[in-house]
């Protein structure tokens, strides 16, 4: 028994060494994650700098401010804290920080809150956002030793661009969107 085992076990030894234990490379670790990554991005693009949320449909009174807080129902986004979460699985803090929240949550007009422990929208906020992206074609610029810049095609209105983000890698071998320019023509 003893033998049958170690003859296994050495088996399983040289088959793993026959698959030479190569290392997934960056492009095909993004080829497998940019299109959930920027499905993902779509969607919270969208709840900052798009439509937003689905809100309850009620009356509503402006604040002393001008804005007309609703509840949000949908349930994916219960709160500030779970779509500060939501946003950080697709961007890293300090981008989330700099370009979202600071707009999203504070500052004279902010477009959500919190209100008796339910996060709420201005409805007055808000806007359109059309984009397609083409994940198929990306191409890597550079790779540093603390991210990868790659640029990507989208479509939007109609018209061809490109896009280029500095993507962080995490711990749990996922990326973050660090750095992000769009508008770029496409040539």
Same mark, same amino acid.
């Given at each position: 028994?003893? +033998?049958?085992?170690?003859? %296994?076990?050495?088996?399983?030894l ?15 670790? %993004?080829?497998? $994650? %940019? ?9 919270? /693009?969208?709840?900052? +700098?798009?439509?937003? %949320? ?6 509503y009174?402006? &604040? ?30 300090? =981008?989330?920080e700099?370009?979202? =929240?600071? =707009? ?11 209100? &008796? ?10 806007g359109?956002l &059309? ?7 990306? $191409?890597i610029l550079? /790779?540093?030793?603390?991210g990868?810049?790659? $640029?990507? /095609? ?5 018209? +061809? ?9 995490? /711990?749990?071998?996922?990326? +973050? ?11």
């Amino acid at each position: 028994m003893k +033998r049958v085992l170690a003859v %296994l076990m050495l088996v399983a030894l040289i088959l793993c060494a026959g698959c030479g234990g190569k290392a997934e490379t960056t492009e095909e670790k %993004l080829k497998q $994650q %940019l299109p959930e990554l920027l499905e993902n991005e779509l969607e919270i /693009e969208g709840i900052y +700098r798009g439509g937003g %949320l689905t809100t309850e449909n009620a009356a509503y009174t402006p &604040d002393e401010n001008g804005q007309c807080f609703v509840r949000v129902t949908d349930e994916d986004y219960p709160t500030v804290a779970v779509l500060k979460e939501k946003t950080e699985q697709v961007f890293t803090p300090a =981008y989330a920080e700099e370009n979202l =929240y600071s =707009y999203a949550f504070s500052g004279d007009w902010p477009r959500y809150k919190d209100i &008796d422990g339910a996060l709420h929208m201005d409805v007055n906020q808000g806007g359109g956002l &059309d984009r397609e992206w083409n994940t198929a074609e990306f $191409q890597i610029l550079e /790779e540093k030793e603390d991210g990868v810049l790659v $640029q990507v /095609e989208y479509m939007t209105y109609g018209s +061809r661009y490109l896009a280029e983000m500095t993507l962080v890698p995490q /711990e749990d071998g996922t990326y +973050r969107i660090d750095t992000f320019t769009y508008g770029i023509e496409a040539k």
